[in-house]
Each structure stands twice: as C-alpha cells, then as structure tokens.
C-alpha cells in the first residue's frame, strides 16, 4: 500500500521501510550546496567530529544541534527532531515485535470497580478505540488546602 506522498507503508501506518537518519539529510544539503562539512562544523560552532558522526549516521540530532542546523538552513527546529524521533521509532518498534510482551490489563480493584477501563481492539490492527464512559477519579483540590 502506498501513501499519499508515494511511500511504501504497511496496514498498520507504520513506515515498511528504515526513515531516513538526519545525517542522510544533512549529507545531501552538503552535497547539493557544495559545501565543506569544515565549514558547516565552524559555522555551527561544534567540533568537525560531532557533525561527522551525525552526517556518517553514527550519533543522533540532539535538540541543540535541531535548533542550530534550523537557523543555519532556515527550517524548523521540529524538522530536525521529527526526522530524529521517526528514525529511532522505526528501530523501536522493529525491536519490540521481538520482544514476548503481551498487552497489559488492568484488574478488578477492592471495589469491584476497574480502576481504569482499559481499551478494546479494533478489528484494525493497531487502532485502539477508548470506551465512550472512562471516567478517571478526579480530586478537587481548595487552595487554602493546597498552601498548608
């Protein structure tokens, strides 16, 4: 099944294929622009070391190298990070279709009551549907209370 931009995704909306790392990206940029990764490592104020690993895929786009890559090129911050947390995501979730854990219910309490309703399945896959009366217990808390 493919997506609306022409990717290849599975049922679940998953991405069938690895997101690209940041340092893909960044490397085309560099490619593209003709530009030295020296100059980009000076002009950014990090050590040529910390941009070889991100460009080789070997270290993540942390929020402070995000913020310094979007004024740089003059994206968004959340660009960078997106691109970050869907890569780390994709690896996540191949690692845990390994992993033998089931899915957690949560039992009856004293009462007789489920704390927390828990969800149902949908006949989709990795839909989950909330039940339409989950109530959590809500405490009202007086602000003279609250200061003593």
């Not at 997101?19 to 000076?42: D, K, M, S, T």
């Not at 691109?83 to 390994?98: E, S």
């Not at 489920?114 to 149902?120: F, G, K, S, T, W």
Request: glycine fraction near 6%; charged fraction near 25%.
């Amino acid at each position: 099944m493919e997506d609306y931009h022409g990717r290849w995704v599975c049922v679940t909306g998953r991405p069938a294929v690895r997101p690209a790392h940041p340092g893909r990206i960044l490397r085309g940029i560099l490619q593209e622009g003709n530009i030295a990764l020296a100059a980009l490592a000076r002009h950014l104020r990090v050590s040529r070391q910390t941009l070889y690993a991100i460009v080789n895929e070997e270290r993540p786009v942390s929020a402070d190298m995000a913020a310094r890559l979007s004024l740089a090129f003059g994206n968004s911050t959340r660009f960078w990070l997106n691109l970050q947390a869907n890569h780390d995501a994709w690896g996540a979730d191949q690692a845990a279709k390994k992993m033998k854990i089931g899915r957690f219910e949560l039992k009856e309490g004293r009462t007789g009551k489920a704390l927390v309703e828990p969800m149902r399945r949908s006949p989709l896959r990795d839909t989950v549907i909330k039940p339409s009366r989950a109530r959590l217990p809500v405490r009202k808390v007086c602000l003279s209370d609250a200061n003593q």
